[in-house]
């Protein structure tokens, strides 16, 4: 990849820190996780759905970069296609 091009792709650069930070909550969490019993359950449960709903961000960014790339490359293949 070329690097000093990321600034002129935001779309590109969004995507790469959107991923970063889903990595490093992840890591954030499977560190953090309480594991003191049944006194901190609550906080257990609030961070697992908090976790829940990032990686279900993280699969639906994803997929919205599958359709995105899968569309522009049906595009390029169809016959009169400018670029």
């Known amino acids: 990849?070329?690097?000093p091009?990321?600034?002129r792709h935001p779309r590109r650069l969004g995507f790469l820190m959107f991923n970063l930070?889903?990595?490093i909550l992840?890591?954030?969490w499977l560190v953090g996780t309480p594991k003191d019993g049944?006194?901190?359950l609550p906080n257990f449960a609030l961070?697992?759905?908090f976790m829940l709903f990032v990686l279900l961000?993280?699969?639906i960014a994803w997929l919205a970069w599958g359709v995105l790339v899968f569309?522009?490359?049906r595009a390029r293949q169809r016959p009169g296609a400018g670029t």
Request: glycine share 0%.
């Open 1 to 3: 990849m070329n690097l």
């Open 5 to 7: 091009a990321l600034p």
């Open 21 to 23: 930070v889903v990595a």
């Open 26 to 28: 992840v890591v954030a």
């Open 38 to 40: 049944l006194a901190d």
């Open 47 to 49: 961070a697992n759905a």
């Open 57 to 59: 961000a993280w699969a």
């Open 71 to 73: 569309r522009r490359w």
